[in-house]
């Protein structure tokens, strides 16, 4: 059983005409792949906002997130440092994946290659409320760590 669709209006940009739309590469992916629109050699610890060629124009109540290919992580180190990317329903630029290069050696991005996923999300948007007390749990004010790992085996 397939989730909704969401239509997502996208216009190709001149230097991404002939460039695939992202598109899910099986049926139970999450997330689309979309590519590079162009040339780039990032070397070890560079950042480089990666263009796609497309600009969207997500409906509202949604975003768009932009997730690492797990291979390129695994593989070569290269990953989206801000994980996840988020795409806000109101900005009507060009999509560019910033990547950062983890690696060890320079890695090659060429016209065409898959550099991230896309994932269509709905939004939740929160609203503040002030309060004099919150309500007492386990936890309590126990921060990083707290939960468990060193603290739990030291303990």
Request: aromatic content about 4%; proline content about 7%.
């Amino acid at each position: 059983m397939h989730s909704p669709e969401i239509p997502v209006l996208v216009k190709r940009l001149p230097h991404g005409l002939d460039l695939p739309l992202p598109a899910y590469a099986t049926d139970g992916a999450a997330g689309m792949d979309v590519v590079s629109a162009e040339d780039i050699d990032l070397a070890p610890g560079a950042r480089h906002a990666v263009a796609t060629g497309l600009s969207v124009a997500i409906p509202a109540g949604y975003e768009i997130q932009v997730r690492p290919r797990s291979g390129l992580a695994l593989k070569h180190g290269v990953t989206v440092p801000n994980t996840p990317g988020t795409i806000d329903s109101d900005y009507r630029g060009e999509l560019k994946v910033i990547l950062i290069n983890h690696g060890s050696d320079s890695f090659s991005i060429r016209r065409g290659d898959r550099v991230a996923q896309l994932v269509v999300a709905p939004v939740t948007r929160g609203i503040w409320v002030e309060a004099d007390t919150l309500d007492q749990t386990t936890r309590g004010e126990g921060g990083f760590g707290s939960t468990g790992g060193l603290a739990a085996l030291q303990g």
